[in-house]
């Protein structure tokens, strides 16, 4: 069997406000390059907030150009900022730090399912 790409629901983030309101986090959202363009992540985020079963569900995503598509997307999913600010490795980036802009500078993002 072909797979498209694979998706994780971490029912036990690790990053703080998730983990203190249970929010579950959707990660390693991954799309298999000839399947891209084609609703699979938006398919895997879909089944993913089906099996939350919580009235909030959690997403993250790098701030580098290279993950503009995704930014995009999950703005177009009804995913916005949780207001916290950009994170490096789930921890808050305080004012005036000095990160490495990788995968691991995200912006947090949450999604009312109600």
Known sequence: MDSKG???LNRDPKYPPYKK?????????Y???KYRRQGVAKQLIHF????AGTDTIGISV??????????????????????QGVTYNREGVIHNDYVCV??????MMVKDLK
């Open 48 to 51: 993913c907030e089906a099996q």
């Open 62 to 83: 790098p701030v580098s150009a290279q993950y503009g598509g995704a930014q995009r997307l999950y703005s177009q999913l009804g995913y916005s900022p949780d207001g």
């Open 102 to 107: 990788d995968d691991d500078l995200c912006l």
């Open 31 to 33: 799309v298999m390059p």
């Open 6 to 8: 694979f998706v994780v």
């Open 21 to 29: 309101l249970n929010i579950p986090e959707i990660q390693d959202l």
